[in-house]
């Protein structure tokens, strides 16, 4: 792969359901991070987890309140986050 076509990005996204992110939100989440090529990673807690990882996330116990970094490497980088931002709007609307 052309290393001028890699970008990596990371923005920040508070969590704002109820529940925090507990199993139907990652899995939700989870599904859109493997839509993407670049490799997705969620800072939280002093971890480092896996965006495709089911069980890296739910060991993270992300919590309402809880600030996350996402991190995304490769050429849809900045889709990829759109996409996990527009996820997690879509979990916190719909009361999950």
């Known amino acids: 792969m052309d290393k001028a076509a890699r ?8 969590i704002t359901n109820e529940s925090g992110l507990h199993a139907r939100p ?7 991070a ?5 490799e997705i990673t969620i800072s939280v807690n002093g971890k ?7 069980m890296d996330l739910m060991t993270a116990d992300i919590r309402r309140g809880a600030e996350i970094s996402v991190t ?14 527009k996820c997690l709007k879509q979990l916190a609307e719909k009361g999950f």
């Open 7 to 14: 970008k990596e990005e990371t923005r920040k996204f508070l």
């Open 34 to 38: 493997m839509r993407f090529k670049s």
């Open 26 to 32: 990652v899995s939700e989440l989870v599904r859109c």
């Open 72 to 85: 995304a490497d490769g050429v849809d980088a900045g889709k990829a986050l759109d996409a996990i931002g």
């Open 48 to 54: 480092i987890c896996s965006a495709v990882s089911i």
